[in-house]
Nanobody, 115 residues
Framework: QVQLVESGGGLVQAGGSLRLSCGLS????????MGWYRQAPGKQRELVAR???????NYADSVKERFTISRDNAKNTVYLQMNSLKPEDTALYYC?????????WGQGTQVTVSS
């Protein structure tokens, strides 16, 4: 059974940093894309960042220059380094792995940024 396990969320003051991690429990042959989404209360889930197997990345405009996504293929793990956090970054953050056209989602980790 495949599960994604997230960690690293928490409460931080504005301007602070957090690093999210998402690892794989189980086995997937080839993970094309790894990414992070977030959902704030009353809002739709939105893409934060994603990284392809080629290493190419893209980011939501709201997090460019502040967040960095990376992946460790040997460990089947994706990271999200979040710097200069703002209160509007407060949300439940989900990781997703895309393999063979199928999406695997984590359970989410809460990030709360106080002003």
């Amino acid at each position: 059974q495949v599960q994604l396990v997230e960690s690293g969320g928490g409460l931080v003051q504005a301007g602070g940093s957090l690093r999210l991690s998402c690892g794989l429990s189980g086995s997937i042959d080839f993970i094309d894309t790894m990414g992070w989404y977030r959902q704030a209360p009353g809002k739709q889930r939105e893409l934060v960042a994603r990284i392809f197997s080629s290493g190419f990345t893209n980011y939501a405009d709201s997090v460019k220059e502040r967040f960095t996504i990376s992946r460790d293929n040997a460990k089947n793990t994706v990271y999200l380094q979040m710097n200069s956090l703002k209160p509007e970054d407060t949300a439940l953050y989900y990781c997703v792995f895309i393999a063979a056209g199928r999406n695997y989602w984590g359970q989410g980790t809460q990030v709360t940024v106080s002003s």
